[in-house]
């Protein structure tokens, strides 16, 4: 219950600071530069919406990803004192589960990099 | 990212790749003929080759010097995996697997010299690995099993599912080239990028710790890529349960994963 008063509190929290860039981006807005001319040109006038998404996918991607791993990595601790002589198969699998679910991670952390890095998304709505 | 010039990249295009493409009357636009990290594929793909001529030419079974003992240390080690993973015969596989290995960790490493890249830091280079992978993993199975055998591979065993099934798996053997080329990239590229943001916030004392943990990961991730090549291949050449159940697994190896051992 405490947990999801947590959680809830968080995302009033994210739904505030989108309101506030969101209001700081439209008035801005009027300085945005004209669709289709190279942001690089302009000065590369970045939407701050873009860098709050992208923050926020990957710190919720990171908690994910952090909290799906300690699991992997804690049952095979619990494998590996329970049964030492199993120790090299667990650890190959525990790899390569950990591996597996770094990638959704990965994928997130991708999405966010393109979307900082590719100047099409940058202008300003 | 935006474009930076690296070291040797801007020195081979200015001395050898740039006079190249206007002798040959290629346009390019910026100063850079070639981009980084076709440079550094060219540069680890030649050091690789002159290497491997000059330890196959020191080879020799009397007397074996400390690379070549290394490097055996190195394929027993691969080869123990493949064999667990693949079958008995899985050393027929070692030329593409270990190349992989090696040319992927140099790449890994190298990105953590100063004025070089990691050419795995790119998706092109990337997503080129995944695509020789998939091709490799698909032919090994064509020619194992013959067409139809293969195909009749993907739906399953039992018919009732077989359409349902055969979609699936085809949509999931699209998928494996992707996921393989995004992880090696991802990981190398969120490297880089890190070690590039603490070298902005305070020059090269913050990011040591992190080109030690990265030498680490790389290390890792190559064998990650090795590891799950060896997979998909086990998974196109195996044969069926009923005609070799013994033979997938060797005996040892059984034994030592626990499950028949009472203790």
Not at chain 1, 75 to 91: K, L, M
Not at chain 2, 38 to 61: A, D, E, K, T, W
Not at chain 2, 81 to 101: C, E, H, N, V
Not at chain 2, 155 to 172: D, K, T
Request: contains cysteine; proline residues 6%; glycine residues 8%.
């Amino acid at each position: 219950m405490k947990q999801l008063a947590v959680f809830i509190l968080m995302l009033v929290l994210a739904v505030m600071i989108f309101g506030t860039v969101s209001a700081f981006a439209q008035e801005k807005g009027g300085a945005a530069p004209a669709a289709g001319a190279n942001p690089f040109a302009q000065g590369g006038q970045k939407n701050p919406l873009l860098l709050v998404t992208a923050g926020f996918a990957m710190a919720i991607a990171a908690a994910g990803c952090g909290y799906a791993q300690s699991q992997a990595l804690a049952a095979g601790c619990e494998g590996v004192s329970r049964n030492p002589g199993a120790t090299d198969t667990i650890r190959f699998f525990v790899i390569l589960g950990l591996a597996f679910i770094e990638f959704l991670a990965l994928l997130t952390f991708v999405v966010a990099a393109i979307l900082l890095f590719t100047p099409k998304f940058w202008p300003t709505a | 990212m935006p474009e930076e010039q690296f070291f040797i990249s801007s020195v081979l295009n200015r001395y050898l790749f740039n006079p190249a493409a206007r002798a040959l009357g290629i346009h390019f636009s910026g100063q850079e003929s070639v981009p980084p990290h076709i440079c550094m594929l060219v540069v680890i793909s030649l050091l690789l080759i002159i290497f491997s001529i000059f330890l196959r030419s020191r080879l020799s079974v009397d007397n074996p010097g400390n690379l070549q003992q290394g490097f055996e240390v190195l394929h027993d080690a691969l080869t123990g995996f493949m064999r667990d993973i693949i079958g008995p015969g899985a050393p027929r596989f070692f030329p593409l697997i270990g190349s992989l290995f090696i040319f992927i960790w140099l790449s890994n490493l190298f990105g953590l010299v100063p004025g070089l890249m990691s050419p795995t830091s790119n998706i092109n280079v990337t997503a080129g690995l995944g695509i020789i992978v998939f091709l490799y993993y698909n032919a090994q199975g064509f020619r194992e099993h013959g067409f139809l055998k293969y195909m009749a591979h993907f739906a399953g065993p039992s018919l009732l599912i077989a359409p349902l099934l055969f979609v699936i798996e085809i949509i999931s053997h699209m998928a494996r080239p992707f996921s393989l080329s995004v992880r090696l990239f991802g990981n190398i590229f969120a490297e880089e990028l890190i070690i590039d943001t603490l070298n902005r916030l305070f020059p090269f004392v913050i990011s040591l710790p992190v080109m030690a943990l990265a030498l680490f990961a790389g290390t890792l991730q190559a064998f990650i890529f090795v590891v799950l090549t060896m997979v998909y291949l086990g998974g196109a050449v195996e044969h069926t349960h009923a005609e070799e159940a013994h033979h997938a697994l060797p005996e040892d190896t059984v034994e030592s994963s626990g499950f028949h051992s009472p203790k």
